[in-house]
């Protein structure tokens, strides 16, 4: 049985004797390389942080940050990865390490590591054209001991510096991806096909393995739960599946897309998901986690669900018998359960090109603005006729219920109406027959009932002169200092 093989700051590394689900952070850690540090293991702080080639970018060869506490081993296979050890050229630091020293951006030292991994990447970015994508680019690395400005001062230096060096050398001879793997330890299996024929077949071997591309959420059943998780099949190696295909009615979204090439590829033509995603988790989350994952796992706070569902979203479910299309209001069937079948998986994501006339608006609610888990969640679309009546809206919230749902008492109250304030204010009393939310730990009933109603009346002021708004720049800080003349 062929081991994992995978490149480890510049040299080849074969594994035979670890299960699949240890760690890259693990691994790193019990081999020496302790760099790299471990904090929450769930993708909160970003102490993990490493860098892999990704030669499957839409815009070419990218090196991706990534939490290496989220990153099985075999997902690894046939990659190039870079810890915080493998990036200075002998004793000359990479520009992310100098410039970071140069600005007194380091203190304890925990945390650097994968602050400098974050700048590694930003490094060989060439799309950070605006305050708030360098914002974005560390929001994910949460220790700041020696605050932010020496930091944020790093990142605007080195930022999309491109140095001539062999990981630039690195993008530029990067080939395809060669995915393909079935690795087994003791009980537990992994299959990494590389076609949807070979995909039918490794079903076919393990009927009850789970999917895995990202690993974002899958990972925290092994790492903060402990289970087992003893068979696994990839579908991170069928390119077909991630891909953005703009077209002039409706574009296809490939399930296995991840979120940082989706807002990057919809910031044009589809505005409402990239707006969505502005907010959406860290840079390194966004770098592996995918579409169809966060559709498929059926949260009821999972942010996509809401916009895609407003836009009139469909999606394409396959098996070896075919394709099969479900309206995405029809695909949540109760808490965590979905319509597709046993030996289905979610293919693409297929989104009507929205009109030019066509009013929307997405929302997120948390108690903090980075990296956080919605309280509730939105997407709106609205179309008037020529008389200025609503002709059709779409409602959707998530959080308010075991599934994202539409506002279907809400929308028909509002039907046939002016678009006034008046008629939005007597549709905000439909909520209650439409959603009765619990009370947890980020919300009371009373506030997410409250939000709701709030959410579309901000979205009705929003949208009065304009009608989409895209987000506006914020600084990272309270206070914006200028330079005097």
């Not at 060439?126 to 001062?153: F, H, M, S």
């Not at 903060?224 to 009615?249: C, M, N, V, W, Y």
């Not at 988790?281 to 579409?291: C, E, F, V, W, Y």
């Not at 219920?401 to 028909?412: D, G, I, K, L």
Request: proline share 6%; glycine share 10%.
């Amino acid at each position: 049985m062929p081991g994992i093989r995978f490149q480890l700051n510049g040299h080849l590394v074969e594994v035979n004797d670890l299960e699949p689900t240890i760690t890259l952070l693990q691994y790193l850690r019990a081999t020496g390389l302790c760099g790299t540090k471990e904090g929450c293991a769930e993708g909160d702080c970003g102490a993990c942080s490493v860098a892999i080639l990704d030669p499957g970018a839409p815009e070419g060869p990218a090196w991706r940050a990534v939490n290496s506490c989220l990153v099985f081993l075999p997902m690894l296979q046939g990659r190039e990865v870079r810890s915080v050890e493998g990036i200075a050229d002998g004793d000359t630091p990479h520009p992310a390490q100098q410039h970071l020293v140069d600005r007194l951006g380091s203190q304890c030292g925990y945390c650097t590591p994968g602050i400098v991994m974050s700048l590694f990447e930003a490094c060989y970015r060439d799309d950070l054209d605006a305050d708030w994508k360098v914002d974005d680019q560390l929001c994910g690395n949460l220790c700041r001991c020696t605050g932010y400005r020496p930091i944020r001062e790093a990142a605007l230096a080195v930022a999309a510096l491109s140095p001539r060096d062999r990981f630039s050398a690195a993008l530029d001879q990067a080939g395809s991806d060669h995915l393909g793997l079935h690795y087994e330890h003791g009980n537990h299996r992994y299959q990494c096909p590389e076609s949807l024929p070979d995909l039918w077949d490794a079903i076919d071997r393990a009927p009850q393995a789970r999917f895995i591309v990202g690993g974002t959420d899958l990972a925290l059943h092994v790492t903060k739960r402990f289970e087992q998780l003893p068979d696994l099949i990839s579908l991170e190696g069928i390119t077909e599946l991630r891909a953005i295909r703009p077209g002039p009615e409706r574009w296809s979204l490939g399930a296995t897309t991840t979120l940082s090439d989706l807002e990057a590829g919809t910031a044009e033509g589809l505005p409402l998901i990239a707006r969505m995603l502005r907010f959406f988790a860290s840079r390194q989350i966004k770098n592996r986690a995918t579409l169809g994952g966060n559709l498929c796992n059926a949260s009821p706070i999972g942010d996509m669900a809401p916009v895609l569902m407003a836009l009139g979203a469909e999606l394409v479910l396959s098996s070896r018998g075919g394709d099969r299309r479900v309206p995405l209001d029809g695909f949540f069937l109760d808490y965590r359960k979905t319509a597709l079948q046993a030996g289905e998986i979610l293919t693409s994501v297929e989104v009507p090109l929205p009109d030019p006339a066509l009013r929307m608006g997405a929302y997120k609610v948390s108690k903090r603005r980075e990296l956080d888990i919605s309280a509730v969640c939105a997407g709106f679309a609205l179309r008037l006729d020529a008389q200025g009546c609503v002709a059709d809206i779409r409602l959707c919230y998530g959080g308010m219920a075991a599934t994202t749902a539409r506002a279907s008492h809400t929308e028909q109250a509002l039907i046939g109406k002016p678009w006034n304030e008046a008629a939005v204010e007597a549709a905000t009393g439909m909520l209650t027959q439409d959603f009765q939310p619990i009370d947890d730990q980020r919300g009371s009933a009373w506030y997410r009932a409250t939000l709701a109603g709030n959410l579309l009346r901000g979205f009705y002021l929003e949208t009065l002169e304009q009608p989409f708004r895209p987000l506006p720049e914020r600084p990272s800080s309270t206070l914006v200092l200028e330079e005097s003349p």
